[in-house]
């Protein structure tokens, strides 16, 4: 008995050896790596101070870390260099609690909203701009639900890329360029809408850059921001985790030869990760200066969902430091909009409240009807209402929307178009809009814009399109949503 316990404690203090000397002898940052990182804090940082923030304590963190650099004490200098980058991220700009109100108040009266998805996106089908307007003023739109999204590398403007590449990005309108015109142009006609922008928590190009700064990010570089929970210790590498979100996107079967790196067209990222925050709000803000008034993040809170499930312990360093991440992101971009001299809307899924946790500033969250109550064309009361209750005690300050979700093969947008006849699809749209607005919860109508699926789709919009089309005769459901608007306008 004594011998086992000597072995075991000659055990421990030999992982205790390994960690020390991993701790004390681990790399020292390069001295180019750390000039790197102080131009990044100093970009970082007179941004902020331009936007209202007072960085003195970041300032003076940095200064250090300079004495630090200059003294070519390397591991200290980035020592205090990352506390410097942590002061900034606690830094917030206090917007006056009189105009979130009002803010939130206007976007909880509203009584239109719509989804189109891409409101540039009308030449593949001779839908001009101006014909878009037409239908957002028919419709008397109060709210426009992802009129843009940001989902691939987006140009400036479309003569930036390749002859090519450019004719097609005319053809989608999808530039910078085309959202700043045309949120212009609906504005000018619809001064009071509220156009929404959009975002994907979960996508990382392999390949992409920062629209604010410029800066081009390799695969080396996106590979590097990608999701990997074994930096927490968890036995589970990046390689492992990166090819089971593969997995469960239907882009490889399980058991086939895959490598995530070289394979994935999106790595899962880590929003923990500073450098991917950064490029992320870029793309936020880029939107922002582009002129849309809220922007929607899909699957914000996911990373800490996936965290607690590998790790079954909501408390689990990886999942807090993951939901206070994705919380930041909230802030940051209300901060950014208020420093641009507006409040700017941001909405999410109430992934949020299924976590014991502080929960995030959301203006609104959005919820949708299962595959199997579209398929059954049937809501269920009880769980609505539980669930409703449920979100309004935790998000109280969070207008509630409903959509018809889209993503995937047996998605509700799939079961919507593929299994429902084009009365079923009408019949629904009435119940569901009814259902919803009976308790309170605005529900999106489905106008343009969302694919149908992945690979089962066997009934396309025009015969041809894998996004979904009110007017397509496919579905021809617009007529019915015009009168349930004006019937609802009316009550």
């Known amino acids: 008995m004594e011998k086992k316990i000597w072995i075991g404690i000659g055990v421990l203090a030999a992982v205790l050896l390994i960690l020390i ?85 206007k976007l909880s009266e509203i009584k239109v909203a719509i989804q189109y998805r891409y409101v540039t996106d009308g030449g593949v089908i001779n839908r001009s701009l101006d014909d878009v307007i037409r239908i957002l003023k028919e419709l008397r739109t109060d709210f426009i639900y992802q009129g843009w999204m940001r989902q691939e590398p987006c140009p400036e403007k479309c003569s930036d890329l390749p002859k090519e590449d450019a004719e097609k990005c005319e053809l989608k309108g999808y530039s910078y360029e085309h959202l700043r015109s045309a949120v212009a142009a609906i504005k000018k006609e619809m001064p009071d809408v509220i156009f929404g922008g959009g975002l ?41 985790f990166q090819t089971e979100w593969a997995i469960s996107r239907g882009w490889v079967k399980r058991g086939e030869p895959y490598n995530p790196k070289e394979q994935m067209p999106y790595y899962y990222p880590d929003i923990t990760n500073r450098e991917f925050r950064e490029l992320f709000l870029s793309w936020a803000k880029k939107q922002i200066d582009c002129g849309v008034d809220a922007i929607w993040i899909d699957m914000l809170f996911v990373q800490p969902k996936l965290l607690k499930r590998i790790t079954k312990d909501e408390n ?11 919380s930041s992101i909230v802030d940051e971009i209300h901060s950014y909009g208020w420093s641009k001299g507006k409040y ?11 976590f014991a946790y502080p929960q995030p500033d959301l203006d ?31 998000l109280p300050n969070a207008t509630i929307f409903a959509r018809i979700d889209y993503g995937s093969d047996n998605s509700p947008l799939w079961v919507l178009t593929q299994e429902l006849n084009k009365e079923e699809q009408r019949d629904f749209l009435r119940y569901a ?51 349930l608007i004006s019937k609802m306008r009316k009550g």
């Open 200 to 240: 994907l928590a979960e996508f990382l190009n392999p390949e992409c850059w920062n629209p604010i700064t410029g800066e081009k990010y390799s695969k080396d570089d996106t590979w590097n921001m990608a999701l990997d929970p074994s930096k927490w210790g968890i036995q589970m590498t990046k390689e492992e």
């Open 433 to 483: 809009s009814k259902f919803y607005e009976e308790r309170g919860v605005k529900f999106i109508y489905p106008v343009h814009g969302g694919n149908l699926g992945v690979k089962n789709i066997k009934i396309r919009s025009y015969g041809r399109f894998n996004w979904y089309d009110s007017f397509a005769p496919e579905f021809d459901v617009y007529g019915t949503i015009k009168q």
């Open 344 to 354: 700017v809307y941001v909405i999410s899924w109430p992934t949020s409240i299924n």
């Open 21 to 105: 000397f991993i701790f004390l002898y681990r790399p020292a940052p390069t001295r180019e790596q750390l000039l790197k990182k102080f131009e990044e804090f100093e970009g970082k940082s007179q941004e902020m101070k331009e936007m209202g923030y007072n960085v003195t304590e970041a300032e003076e963190l940095a200064r250090i870390a300079r004495e630090f650099f200059n003294k070519k004490d390397y591991r200290r200098a980035e020592e205090m260099l990352n506390k410097a980058f942590d002061a900034l991220e606690k830094l917030k700009i206090l917007i006056p609690e009189e105009i979130k109100e009002s803010a939130r108040k």
């Open 316 to 326: 689990h360093p990886a999942v807090k430091e993951s939901f206070e991440a994705a």
């Open 364 to 394: 609104a969250v959005v919820v949708s009807p299962s595959p199997e109550e579209i398929r059954e064309m049937r809501l269920n009361e009880r769980k609505w209402d539980e669930r409703i209750k449920q979100i309004r005690e935790n």
